[in-house]
């Protein structure tokens, strides 16, 4: 996620600003930047790259001013290049603005906003909500209330600060389902995203609200509701240290990752879920949507575990829309040959957007004729910028080398195609809405499943001496099993393999003694009573089973040496939910046997060569 960083005191800022931004850069950013007050006049730095890189642009400039605003920014709308990078001013360039977040109504209020004559130079969200602002502060004259009343007409995910040639005085900040924090100095005041930018001056901190906004000056800080009304915060101490913030608290980036995805998943749908009308909005396919709607069969390529994505993917769209989909291995699409028909529409899904194969598969399908629509998390990536369209999965930076959000969030993504897809092929609005309904409860359904973690670590304990797994599932739980295997693989060493349950006994089924543990994924769905069969096959030669079984599943108990209990869900959404506990299983295998989680022998984030 992007990183925010501001400070009103009597010392010079931007060194403050700059090492701030350093602090935050652990999260991933695409770009940064500053705006300070300094002689009543606004003056903003700003640059794709590191922080280094805006350094290095501001050499030559004597920036000293006592207020300031900086942002690192990981691009959501609008490639991340220099223009795009925060801060945003208004028309008069006397307001300048950063953001994380995404302000899902910007298209609306653009319009309205440039009716009434704003000059618009980005591609931005965030730039609308500053000419908001200004509009605002020329009815109410006043910085605080122009903020919060512009917030009164923003739809989606916010933190901000906001400040003014006008009141050179103060730091207004906001926060809607983003992080802020304040941090209260002596005689100065600092905010961030993240408390790892502030406890090198304070350690007396209020932490924001959701829905509140705050007037920061040196000496006193003033919050309100964007209603209006004041708010007393108690004053906290930070007592951890700097390492522990940046992970936020967890031991390991997985860990946090892992946690984090009720939030990434809503991120992922934020806007494009349409409850009401049981379909989806997918602005990114919106120009490609008679390619989309004229396809015969769809091919999905990809690698590693968007490959799993993938797999998943084509049991969702060939059940919810009919339209038959392949799935290839990026690296094997790129070399034999693939027939690609007029009308096929080929989707690449990549978490980086800069997988050497994938990106290869992708050159080679353009080249064949057909439209080449991408899932891609970073923006600005080389397979996002090549591809005719698609859609961005929005899960954050992902720094864990063992990807976990990005492919609930993939799964997401590839939720809302099919949906969107299925209401376009004549699925009725209530069978929509019905499915819509799940889909929005699927965060919720990820909360409970993370209240397991003990029951999962006592799993790993009593498992960190296996030298083999094997993981099971049928239908869309194939690919679950696939995915689990991956991630125990990966960080911990431990030789894992999936397969689809039946096929056990064509093969595997020879490895199975009481040595061996075999995780079920068996949800109670239209195939349940013959995975129960597989799970007695391999008990009769006295496997040990591991079972991710539905809450209200009360045989399993009997059949299983260990029960983790996952909510239900529709059959499309089970591996969002069911993948959950198996990525904490292998982060707590590999943990038990001390490896290295976040970065594993011989792998790497982000695989560009062949
Ligand atoms: O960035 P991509 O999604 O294109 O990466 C594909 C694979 O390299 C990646 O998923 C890899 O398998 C991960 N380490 C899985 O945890």
Redesign the pocket.
């Known amino acids: 996620m992007c990183g925010i960083v501001g400070y009103i005191g009597p010392k010079n800022s931007l060194p403050i600003l700059l090492e701030g931004l350093r602090r935050l850069e652990y999260r991933g950013y695409d770009s940064a930047g500053v705006a300070l007050i300094h002689d009543g006049k606004l003056e903003v730095h700003k640059k794709a790259g590191k922080v280094a890189d805006l350094v290095a642009s501001m050499k030559g400039t004597h920036a000293s001013a006592q207020l300031g605003i900086g942002h690192t920014r990981w691009a959501t709308h609008g490639e991340p290049n220099d223009v795009n990078a925060h801060p945003h001013w208004d028309c008069k360039h006397e307001i300048a603005i950063i953001h994380n977040g995404i302000i899902e109504n910007y298209v609306a209020l653009k319009i309205k906003l440039q009716k009434d004559g704003h000059t618009i130079r980005t591609v931005t969200d965030t730039e609308i909500l500053v000419h908001l602002i200004e509009e605002m502060y020329k009815r109410s004259h006043d910085l605080f209330t122009a903020v919060r009343l512009a917030l009164l007409e923003v739809e989606g995910a916010y933190g901000i600060l906001v400040i003014s040639t006008k009141e050179p005085d103060r730091i207004i900040a906001a926060r809607k389902g983003s992080p802020l924090v304040i941090g209260i100095g002596d005689d100065e005041s600092l905010v961030a995203s993240d408390a790892a930018a502030l406890v090198d001056h304070t350690r007396q901190v209020i932490y924001l609200e959701d829905g509140q906004v705050a007037c920061l000056t040196a000496d006193s800080v003033t919050i309100k509701t964007i209603h209006d009304q004041e708010i007393i915060k108690q004053v906290e101490e930070i007592t951890f240290d700097l390492e522990q913030i940046e992970k936020g608290g967890y031991e390991h980036f997985m860990l946090k990752e892992i946690h984090e995805q009720p939030t990434s998943i809503l991120n992922s749908m934020r806007g494009r879920l349409l409850l009401q009308e049981g379909t989806a909005k997918l602005g990114g396919l919106e120009p490609v949507m008679d390619k989309l709607l004229a396809a015969k069969r769809f091919i999905i390529t990809?690698?590693?575990?968007?490959w799993h994505a993938a797999l998943a993917g084509k049991y969702m769209i060939e059940q919810l829309t009919g339209i038959p989909v392949e799935v290839d291995y990026a690296s094997e699409f790129r070399y034999r040959n693939p027939v690609v028909q007029p009308g096929d529409v080929v989707f690449v899904?990549?978490?980086?957007?800069?997988?050497a194969d994938?990106l290869a598969a992708l050159r080679e399908a353009q080249s064949k004729g057909a439209t080449v629509l991408g899932i891609v998390n970073v923006v600005g990536s080389t397979i996002a910028r090549a591809t005719d369209a698609g859609v961005f999965i929005h899960a954050g930076p992902e720094i864990g080398?063992?990807?976990t959000k990005?492919f609930t969030s993939q799964l997401s993504v590839l939720a809302l195609i099919s949906l969107l897809l299925a209401r376009h092929r004549g699925m009725s609005k209530e069978q929509g809405i019905t499915i819509a309904r799940d889909l929005q409860s699927v965060p919720e359904k990820i909360e409970k499943v993370l209240t397991q973690i003990d029951q999962i670590k006592y799993i790993a304990e009593e498992f960190k001496h296996a030298q083999n797994f094997i993981y099971l599932g049928r239908g869309i739980n194939f690919p679950t099993a696939l995915e689990g295997a991956?991630?125990l693989k990966?960080i911990s060493y431990i030789h894992a393999e999936g397969y689809p349950a039946a096929e056990m006994k064509h093969g595997p089924i020879a490895l199975i003694d009481e040595n061996m543990p075999v995780v079920f994924i068996v949800p109670k769905d239209a195939i349940y009573d013959k995975v129960l069969s597989n799970i007695q096959e391999v008990r009769a030669r006295k496997g040990r089973i591991i079972a991710i079984a539905n809450e209200d599943d009360t045989e399993i108990g009997n059949l299983s040496d260990f029960v983790v209990r996952v909510p239900r869900t529709l059959s499309y959404f089970g591996p969002i939910v069911n993948s959950i506990p198996l990525q904490l299983l292998a982060y707590y295998m590999a943990v038990a046997r001390g490896c290295n989680v976040d970065q594993p022998r011989n792998?790497a984030k982000?695989?560009t060569v062949e």
Do not use: Y
Request: hydrophobic share 35%.
């Open positions: 990809a690698c590693g575990t968007s899904i990549s978490q980086s957007g800069e997988t994938t080398v063992a990807s990005a991956l991630k990966e792998l982000s695989v």
